[in-house]
Each structure stands twice: as structure tokens, then as C-alpha cells.
């Protein structure tokens, strides 16, 4: 049988943890410049040499004493789950502070394998470490790796199997010695535990224990005699040093990382190029003025961007799709029309109005996967910190919000990192007014019939009452719930590194992926419900299905937002299970016939050499679009509506129109995010809450917009 | 003599880490990102209307609340009181 080797990835944040498991077992797990991507306790499985090697990725800690959500993950794992193997994953180009912890790890007595990463950007700021001396010094074998340069992977898995083979060979105390006085009271510590209650010492790795109880940490279950013979010797200690014992252990361990260093660090650097670079652009971009309007210009670039790039995509994908349709429908020109009712309309149509938006979902994708990727994220943090302090968050709970306008499943997700529960549960409730890439698609459906001429400017406006109206609810939150004051804010800020074009593509097509299957799959069910609904009792007008009926009921509470129709009605309610899933709702309820076999036929080879030209036209397409941007070219924009378009200008007023968008961005996102907002709060509570303020605010917020609209349009 | 705290530091001053007087954990937290006594570090960026501050300690870089930054009392880098 193959033998399995656990290997718990472990080390400080942004490392490059994730990433090297990318390297060596070719996952896709996501990988970001900066300190927190994450959260969660992700697998991968590699077999080498008849071996299942397999990989846990955890979240980055700065030490194993204290904790934080995420970092409770981590430590917990070490300590219950008893991997055979700690890879610890070390940034070779801060080699202090990634190896205190490692000196911490010692001590949970796990066979270590160290992986000396981003050793490709050692040589930049000149730095020689021997990674030789390295691996005797700390009693585990140090082996330089790059995942970026796939450099030490064979290495990584070799050192593996001969340490999980040596597993009992290994002294691991040996490497952390401190001085002789503090050595004596853990000595002591042990007797008494022996002595009392011997099992203690059986649960936990015996050095652990002692360390952390004599500094405080342990947050096990221990009898209270030995809580208090601890007390005793911390105020020996303490009355000896005029320190206090943690602190004392801290300063230990930096003095073995020093003492390490001394011997293997060969070469300090004069002049520490890659780091200058970043200093130089944090000069630009953390400039005590311009770096806050640097920050705007970028967000409304990255607007700007998302639908110039993506516009003639759009328009090859609608044109590509409606063939499709046309292809489709002339091959079950001889089937029963409910049936072709239902192929065109329900599914094809469903999936086209959602999949033709996905070019500008892959643009926003791309420039956030930029922001990721460079470890600006990280800097924006930075300069929304002081704004976040009034109401009670720092700007660490940016960096979710952030994250919010992709997806907000992963942002809530992303809460884990906020130290204070409080602040944590504040930033879980503002997320979901970011407005998500599923929202946009509907937003650019919209204002493609409506508001052709400013398109961006409605967007952006759309995206800038999420954030306002998520800033006035945290606003009244915090004044009179959680009255927040003290929260603190320490964030490192890694280096700027470049993202790969690799690395934006891939990101950027997984989400993109997620999205249509998401969508797919939702839409087909929803269809399949939506249609059987509408034509329930048979024969009868949608409008008199039993989905009319009921809507319709309801959609009285929608009448004073201008849009009480039960079309719009079915609509939302389709929104709340999730975005993807509104425009294809929309086609099912709106339109009223059955698609009549058109005269315009289009053999199919036709249409594989139109959908191929268009591709390229596309690219055509994006330089005059860019050019008009820019003023270089005068382009017309030929408007050609789609059923589904004419329906909904006839429909909607732009009034109303914008007042549905208000809604569909206000109200709950999706389930999804509403159970991600149960689990990761752990409290049905707050999920209710959350629910009940983002539909609260979509009406205030519709009713005000319509009603000031009414009179100006 | 007055005891010099990095919150009081302009932009681009070296200085050495001489003691930390804040609440226990958030000494401990700092402690553990290498902000121990004698660590040098380099003030490099100052954000506006008393944001947060960006200092170096030896190889990477650290934001920080001005309120964080008044707690951690400082010397001059040759070990003399500033
Ligand atoms: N130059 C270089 N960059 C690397 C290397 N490994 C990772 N990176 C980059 O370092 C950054 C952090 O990588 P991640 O894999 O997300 O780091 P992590 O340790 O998983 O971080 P957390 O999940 O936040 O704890 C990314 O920008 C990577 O592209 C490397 O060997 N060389
Ligand atoms: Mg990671």
C-alpha cells in the first residue's frame, strides 16, 4: 500500500506558501501580494516515488502564540491534526522575523523541512545565505526554493521522504536552547506537572506546553493548581529580570534568530535594490497628498477600463449568440413549440443574456487580479486606515470591502483576518453593498438600453451608493450599537512585485468559470421552474400563470419604487438566490410569444466563419474604442436591439429603470453570500440582520432615487 | 531627560527601539514582528490627517496607528537618549 505523508505547509503571511504548493502539486490555489490571502485550510495531494504526499496550505501566523481567527486555524491544526511533516515556508529575504517563528515551531516537536523561498530575489539585493549551515543550525534540512522560478521542488519532495523516513532520529530541542535560568524554570514547571497530573504531558508536545504556559498562551484546559504554581514562578521570574516572562521568551528567541544569522548570512547588501524600488513607488503612491487622489484616479480607471476593453467583446459575444439562436432554432423548425419555446427562450436565451457580459466581467477581473497580484491592496489599506477610524474599523477591514466588488462570498470569507470580533462582524454587514461582478452584468444590460451615452457615469454612480450607503449604516451601527473606539492597525506592506501575465489570466478565468457555471447551473434550474410556473394552468397568458398571479400580489410594495410589476417582481425575487440569474429571469417572464421561425436563415458553417471574423473584428473594435476614449476617433455606435431590449425600454422609464438597479444593488447579493455571512459569524442572528438591512436600505434608498428621478425625467 | 516616542519622529529618521508601553497584547503582537529593544528602524512615510504611519524594521516594512507609534519610546541609534 502507498504511504501517506501529512505535511502541514506553515509560515509567516505572504511567504509564498501557497504558491510553492502551486509549484509542486500544479493547483490553482490563489495566491496575492499580500499578508492574509488564506483563511482557510486548503489540500492538495502530490504522489512521488510511492508516495501520497499530501499538502494542507494554512493560513500565514507570525507566531503560534497568538491568535487570531485564522491563525487559531493553523495552530489548531498542528496541535490536534499532528501532521508528520511541518514544511515551513520562510522569505529567505526576511530571514528575521520568518525565523522566530520557525524557532516557535520547534518546540511542537514535528520533523521540519524548511523551504528558504523567493530565493530568486536574493540575488537582487545581494545577499548570500548558506543554506547548509542553515539546515545543522535549526535541526531541520533548509533548502532554497522560488515558485516563481519552479527552483527546489524535487528537493522540497526529496527532503520530505527522507525526513518522514528519520522520523524518530530527530532531537528537535536541541536547537532551542535558552539561557540557562529560563531553561531551569520550564525544568521546574515540568517536575510539578509530573508530579500532579502526569497526563498533562501526554496531550500536548511536551516543549509547547511548557513554553506556552510559562508565557501565558496556553488556552487548553489546566488544573488550577498548576495555573497557579505557574503564577508563582512568572512573579519569581519577573522580580529576577524586572521583565516580564513573555516578554523575556521573545527576546530569547530573536537572540537565537540573531546568533543563526551571524553564522549564515555571509554577505549584507549595501545597497538593497528591489527593496528601494518599492520604497521609491510607496514615495508615489503613500504620498502624504497625492496618494488619496491617486487611489480615486485609479478606482475610476479601473470603471473606465472595465467597459471600454470589454465592449466589443460584448458585442461580438450578442452577435455570436443571436446566430446561435438563429442556427438553433432553424434545426427545430419541425418540434412542438413549447419545446422550442423552452430551448430558445428559457435556456438559450437565459444563458446567452448572462454569458454575453462575461468580457466585462473578465476585464474587472483582470485589473483586480492587477491590484492583487502587485501588493497595491495592500497600500489602499493603508491610505482608507484614517477614514476607516471613524467608524470604528481600521484599514486592514478595507481590504475585504475590497475584495467585495469581485465577489462577496470570498470577502466575507476574508473577514477571519480582523482581530476584534466586533469590527469583524461590522465590515461582514458593509460587504455586501460592494457591488459584485454578477451585479454588473445586469447594470450593464441596463444602461445599454437606457443610458447609452453615460454609461460609465451611471455605473460608477451605482457602485458609489453601495459604498455611501454601507458607510451611513456603519456610521449608525457603530453609534449605536457597537461603539467601537480602541481598534488598532498594524499591517505589513510587502514589497511591490510584478503579477505575471499567467497569473492575471488564470485568476481572472477561474472566477470567470465560477461564474458560468454558477450561472449555468442556476439558470437552468430556474428556468425549468420559471417556465413551468408561467404556463401553469396551460394555455393561459404568463400574466395569468400562477407566477403572475402571486407576483403580482406582491409587487403592490414595489409600486412606489416604479417598478410594481410582477415581472419585476419574479425578477428579484430570482436576484436573491443569486445575480446571475436576474437577466435570464427577466427573459423567461418578459417576453410574452413564442419565437416564430425566422425567414433569415444561417447555415451553420455561416455562422463559424462570422464568429471568428467577429473575434478579430473585436480586436479592431477595442483600438477605435480606446481611440474615441482618448478623442482620437469618432466612432457611431450603432444600437441594435435584442428582443429582450425592446421589451425592457418599453417597459421600464429610466426613472424606474435606474430605481430597479438601486434595488438590485442594495438588497441581499445572493444565498450564497447570506449563508457565508451565517457561517463565518456563526450566528443565525446576525444573518437575519444582515438580510433585514440590506432590504431596508434597497427600499429607502429606491424610494428616494425614483421619487427625485420622477420629477426631473 | 524626555522620552522621545516614534510618533514624535519626522519622516526618514533612523532610530533604535529602546521600550514599548502598550497594553500587553498589542506589546506582544509588535514584539513578535521583531519590534524588540534594540531593533533599529526608519520612519518612511507619514499619511495625512494623522494616519497611519510606514516604518522599515531591518528587512521589511510595517504600517502603524500614530496612537501604536506614541507607545513605542525610541533612542538615537548609537544608544544615547534622544
Ligand atoms: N519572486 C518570488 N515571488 C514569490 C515566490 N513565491 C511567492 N511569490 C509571490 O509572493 C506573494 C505571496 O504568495 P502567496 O503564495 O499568496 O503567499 P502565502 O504564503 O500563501 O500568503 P498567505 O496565504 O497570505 O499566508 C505572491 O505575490 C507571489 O507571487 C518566489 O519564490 N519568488
Ligand atoms: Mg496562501
Redesign the interface.
Known amino acids: 500500500m502507498e504511504k501517506v505523508i501529512k505535511v502541514a505547509v506553515v509560515g509567516n503571511p505572504n511567504v509564498g506558501k501557497s504558491a510553492l504548493i502551486n509549484a509542486i502539486a500544479g493547483t490553482n490555489i490563489k495566491v496575492g501580494n499580500w499578508t492574509g490571502v488564506t483563511v482557510e485550510k486548503i489540500e492538495a495531494q502530490i504522489e512521488y516515488k510511492g508516495f501520497k504526499i499530501h499538502f494542507i496550505d494554512l493560513p500565514g501566523i507570525?507566531?503560534i502564540?497568538?491568535k487570531t481567527a485564522e491563525e487559531k486555524i493553523t495552530i489548531d491544526f498542528l496541535i490536534n491534526q499532528k501532521p508528520d511533516i511541518i514544511l515551513n515556508v520562510i522569505d529567505s529575504?526576511?530571514?528575521?522575523?520568518n525565523l522566530?517563528l520557525t524557532i516557535q515551531l520547534l518546540e511542537l516537536e514535528i520533523p521540519m523541512v524548511i523551504a528558504l523561498n523567493m530565493w530568486d530575489e536574493l540575488g537582487k539585493r545581494g545577499i548570500k545565505i548558506d543554506s547548509e549551515k542553515f539546515s545543522k543550525l535549526l535541526c531541520a534540512p533548509a533548502i532554497p526554493t522560488s515558485a516563481l522560478r519552479n527552483l527546489g521542488i524535487n528537493s522540497i519532495l526529496d527532503n520530505i521522504i527522507k525526513t518522514y523516513e528519520n522520523k524518530d532520529g530527530f532531537n528537535f530541542s536541541k536547537c532551542e536552547q535558552f539561557e540557562t535560568q529560563i531553561e531551569d524554570y520550564l525544568k521546574r514547571l515540568k517536575n510539578f506537572i509530573e508530579q500532579t497530573h502526569p497526563g498533562i504531558l501526554e496531550l500536548y508536545p511536551q516543549r509547547y506546553l511548557l513554553t506556552s504556559i510559562l508565557e501565558g498562551s496556553f488556552d487548553g484546559y489546566l488544573p488550577s493548581e498548576i495555573k497557579e504554581y505557574a503564577d508563582r514562578l512568572k512573579e519569581e521570574i519577573e522580580k529576577v529580570y524586572h521583565k516580564?516572562i513573555?516578554?523575556l521568551m521573545?527576546?530569547e528567541r530573536?537572540g537565537l534568530v540573531l546568533n543563526i544569522l551571524k553564522q549564515t548570512v555571509k554577505e549584507k547588501p549595501l545597497e538593497e535594490e528591489s527593496?528601494n524600488f518599492?520604497?521609491a513607488l510607496?514615495?508615489i503612491f503613500?504620498h502624504?497628498?497625492l496618494?488619496?487622489p491617486i487611489f480615486f484616479i485609479l478606482v475610476w480607471l479601473t470603471f473606465e477600463m472595465t467597459f471600454t476593453f470589454s465592449t466589443p467583446f460584448v458585442d461580438w459575444l450578442d452577435n455570436t449568440l443571436s446566430n446561435l439562436s438563429l442556427v438553433v432554432n432553424n434545426y427545430l423548425k419541425n418540434s412542438p413549440d413549447w419545446l422550442r419555446s423552452f430551448i430558445t427562450e428559457g435556456v438559450l436565451g437565459g444563458v446567452g443574456f448572462v454569458l454575453v457580459f462575461t468580457p466585462v466581467l473578465f476585464t474587472l477581473y483582470i485589473i483586480l487580479s492587477f491590484l492583487e497580484g502587485s501588493g497595491y491592496i495592500?497600500r489602499a489599506?493603508?491610505?482608507m486606515?484614517?477614514f476607516m477610524?471613524i467608524f470604528g474599523l481600521?484599514?486592514k477591514s478595507f481590504i475585504p470591502l475590497l475584495l467585495g466588488f469581485g465577489c462577496n462570498v470570498p470577502a466575507v470569507y476574508a473577514t477571519r483576518t480582523i482581530d476584534s470580533p466586533k469590527e469583524k462582524i461590522l465590515t461582514a454587514l458593509m460587504i455586501p453593498f460592494m457591488s459584485c461582478g454578477a451585479r454588473l452584468t445586469v447594470f450593464a444590460f441596463f444602461v445599454s438600453i437606457f443610458f447609452t451615452n453615460h454609461r460609465g457615469l451611471v455605473i460608477f454612480s451605482l457602485y458609489i451608493m453601495g459604498i455611501f450607503s454601507a458607510i451611513v449604516i456603519a456610521i449608525l451601527l457603530n453609534k449605536f450599537y457597537f461603539k467601537l473606539e480602541h481598534s488598532?492597525?498594524?499591517?505589513?506592506?510587502?514589497?511591490y512585485r510584478m503579477p505575471t501575465l499567467r497569473y492575471m489570466l488564470l485568476n481572472s478565468w477561474i472566477r470567470v468559470k465560477s461564474f458560468i457555471i454558477e450561472a449555468g447551473s442556476f439558470i437552468f434550474a430556474t428556468s425549468v421552474v420559471i417556465w413551468f410556473l408561467t404556463n401553469i394552468p396551460f394555455g393561459v397568458k404568463k400574466e395569468d400563470s400562477i407566477l403572475g398571479k402571486v407576483a403580482k400580489e406582491i409587487s403592490v410594495i414595489f409600486e412606489p419604487l416604479g417598478f410594481g410589476t410582477w415581472q419585476a417582481t419574479t425578477s428579484l425575487f430570482a436576484g436573491f438566490v443569486a445575480k446571475e440569474v436576474v437577466l435570464s429571469t427577466m427573459g423567461n417572464v418578459y417576453m410574452q410569444e413564442v419565437p416564430q421561425t425566422q425567414e433569415d436563415q444561417i447555415t451553420v458553417s455561416q455562422f463559424a466563419k462570422d464568429t471568428v471574423v467577429g473575434f478579430f473584428n473585436a480586436f479592431i473594435g477595442l483600438s477605435e474604442e480606446v481611440g474615441q476614449k482618448f478623442g482620437l476617433i469618432e466612432k457611431e455606435r450603432e444600437e441594435v436591439d435584442t428582443g429582450l431590449m425592446e421589451v425592457i425600454r418599453d417597459e421600464f422609464t429610466p426613472a424606474s429603470a435606474y430605481s430597479f438597479l438601486v434595488f438590485l444593488l442594495l438588497y441581499t447579493p445572493c444565498l450564497a453570500t447570506v449563508f457565508a455571512i451565517r457561517q463565518e459569524l456563526g450566528s443565525n442572528r446576525w444573518m437575519i440582520i444582515s438580510v433585514l438591512i440590506n432590504f431596508t436600505t434597497a427600499y429607502i434608498m429606491s424610494f428616494i432615487v425614483y421619487n427625485f428621478l420622477k420629477i426631473y425625467f | 531627560m524626555m522620552k522621545r516616542c516614534l510618533a514624535d519622529l519626522g519622516q526618514g529618521l533612523k532610530v533604535k527601539i529602546k521600550e514599548i508601553n502598550l497594553p500587553?497584547?498589542?506589546?506582544?503582537?509588535?514584539?513578535?514582528?521583531?519590534l524588540?529593544?534594540g531593533q533599529e528602524i526608519e520612519i518612511?512615510?507619514?499619511?495625512?490627517?494623522?494616519?497611519?504611519i510606514?516604518i522599515r524594521?531591518?528587512?521589511?516594512?510595517?504600517?502603524?496607528?500614530r496612537?501604536?507609534a506614541k507607545g513605542i519610546v525610541v533612542e538615537e541609534p548609537d544608544g544615547k537618549g534622544y
Open positions: 507570525y507566531s502564540a497568538n529575504t526576511n530571514l528575521k522575523r522566530y516580564d513573555r516578554a521573545i527576546e530573536y527593496l518599492s520604497l510607496d514615495r503613500l502624504r497628498y496618494g488619496l495592500a489599506a493603508f491610505l486606515d484614517r477610524s481600521s484599514g488598532y492597525f498594524i499591517l505589513e506592506l510587502p514589497p | 500587553k497584547d498589542l506589546r506582544d503582537k509588535l514584539y513578535e514582528l521583531g524588540i529593544p518612511l512615510q507619514d499619511a495625512p490627517l494623522g494616519g497611519p510606514k524594521v531591518g528587512d521589511y516594512c510595517l504600517a502603524l496607528r496612537k501604536e
